[in-house]
């Protein structure tokens, strides 16, 4: 195991299974999307796994829950994070796993309720 690795778990929520166990080098959050064979996956939860080793926890691995995801056309860099969806507009939820409440689906370049901020 490399220093900067972390043991991660991918678990798919459903049907609920192991994708399998990998080696990351960044800190994946719920929002993110990950790719893994060759099918892209969007990280809904991230839970932490510790281990009780010369009397202290420490963390074991991460278990990411993700479910089967493309990634969205449309993302903004704001505040250092990406989020979904055209953030000039007043709905916007600047959210990385919801894009607005009037049309979450997208896309926003066609959405008849689109108010700039």
């Not at 990280?43 to 281990?51: A, S, T």
């Not at 691995?61 to 969806?85: C, D, F, T």
Request: hydrophobic share 30%.
């Amino acid at each position: 195991m490399e220093p900067d690795s972390l043991p991660t778990e991918v678990i798919l929520t459903h049907p609920r299974q192991t994708l399998g166990n990998i080696q990351l080098d960044w800190i994946p959050q719920p929002g993110n999307y990950l790719d893994l064979k060759g099918k892209t996956y969007a990280v809904l939860e991230r839970r932490h796994r510790y281990q009780l080793k010369s009397g202290r926890y420490r963390l074991h691995k991460v278990a990411l829950y993700v479910q089967s995801a493309p990634r969205p056309a449309e993302q903004s860099l704001v505040n250092g994070r990406w989020v979904i969806g055209d953030v000039s507009c007043r709905y916007n939820a600047r959210s990385e796993i919801v894009r607005c409440a009037v049309n979450p689906e997208g896309p926003c370049d066609r959405c008849r309720l689109y108010e700039p901020v």
